[in-house]
């Protein structure tokens, strides 16, 4: 009786002991793959990305300033430092919901904010195309990346050639003419990338992309 009260004792321990084994081992893998790690554990099973595409106007304009969110304060010293641009503010934020692996196509009319208010009249408009050809998140990697294969933005903005007389007065003749980026990009996953720049016409003043892609885990 005692001897089998004694092996049961030994084989409850040595029970015990794996299981201590077991979770510290699996303690130490989780301490080994670190956050990257868990972070691409993450991205690999996302079903979906949310993509913000934030629009800056980065410009010397004496009345230009604004203000940015928290999230894209360094984006914005990098925009301030590279250009030598002191002002830095949010024109327009475009959000969207992707599948992994698909493609992306959008259009509209932006708001005249893009400029400064009295740049253009209240009549105009403009007006902005946005695609991306392909939309590819790796989560294979510590640090999971989103490639936008044949990225595209632009702007059909509005720009002055000429007067015409009506009654007694003058109007402007305006003519649209586009701006804008093409580029394949690769972006870490989850922090602000500046895309590109391009000018629209203004001394000292530019439109600066600035995405965020982040993954969204369907339950």
Same mark, same amino acid.
């Given at each position: 009786?005692?001897?089998?009260?004694?092996?049961?004792?030994?084989?409850?321990?040595?029970?015990?002991?794996?299981?201590?084994?077991?979770?510290?081992?699996?303690?130490?893998?989780?301490?080994?793959?670190?956050?990257?790690?868990?972070?691409?554990?993450?991205?690999?099973?996302?079903?979906?990305?949310?993509?913000?595409?934030?629009?800056?106007?980065?410009?010397?304009?004496?009345?230009?300033?604004?203000?940015?969110?928290?999230?894209?304060?360094?984006?914005?010293?990098?925009?301030?430092?590279?250009?030598?641009?002191?002002?830095?503010?949010?024109?327009?934020?475009?959000?969207?919901?992707?599948?992994?692996?698909?493609?992306?196509?959008?259009?509209?009319?932006?708001?005249?904010?893009?400029?400064?208010?009295?740049?253009?009249?209240?009549?105009?408009?403009?007006?902005?195309?946005?695609?991306?050809?392909?939309?590819?998140?790796?989560?294979? @990697?510590?640090?999971?990346?989103?490639?936008? @294969?044949?990225?595209?933005?632009?702007?059909?903005?509005?720009?002055?050639?000429?007067? @015409?007389?009506?009654?007694?007065?003058?109007?402007?003749?305006?003519?649209?003419?586009?701006?804008?980026?093409?580029?394949?990009?690769?972006?870490?996953?989850?922090?602000?990338?500046?895309?590109?720049?391009?000018?629209?016409?203004?001394?000292?003043?530019?439109?600066?992309?600035?995405?965020?892609?982040?993954?969204?885990?369907?339950?």
């Amino acid at each position: 009786m005692y001897k089998f009260q004694f092996k049961l004792m030994v084989f409850a321990f040595v029970i015990i002991a794996v299981c201590v084994v077991s979770a510290n081992s699996a303690a130490a893998q989780d301490s080994s793959i670190g956050s990257g790690g868990r972070a691409a554990m993450a991205a690999a099973s996302a079903d979906n990305l949310d993509l913000q595409l934030y629009a800056l106007v980065a410009s010397n304009t004496p009345g230009e300033a604004g203000t940015v969110p928290s999230a894209l304060n360094s984006v914005a010293r990098e925009i301030r430092s590279t250009f030598q641009i002191r002002e830095v503010r949010v024109a327009a934020i475009l959000q969207y919901r992707v599948e992994n692996n698909d493609r992306l196509e959008a259009s509209g009319m932006a708001n005249s904010i893009l400029t400064a208010p009295s740049a253009f009249p209240p009549y105009t408009t403009i007006n902005y195309g946005f695609s991306i050809a392909s939309i590819k998140l790796n989560g294979d @990697t510590a640090r999971p990346l989103v490639q936008l @294969t044949g990225f595209r933005f632009s702007l059909q903005m509005p720009f002055q050639t000429g007067t @015409t007389k009506v009654g007694d007065t003058n109007q402007p003749l305006f003519d649209y003419r586009g701006v804008g980026i093409a580029i394949g990009v690769t972006l870490p996953l989850g922090e602000p990338s500046i895309i590109g720049s391009f000018t629209i016409g203004k001394v000292d003043e530019m439109v600066v992309l600035v995405m965020v892609a982040k993954p969204v885990k369907e339950r």
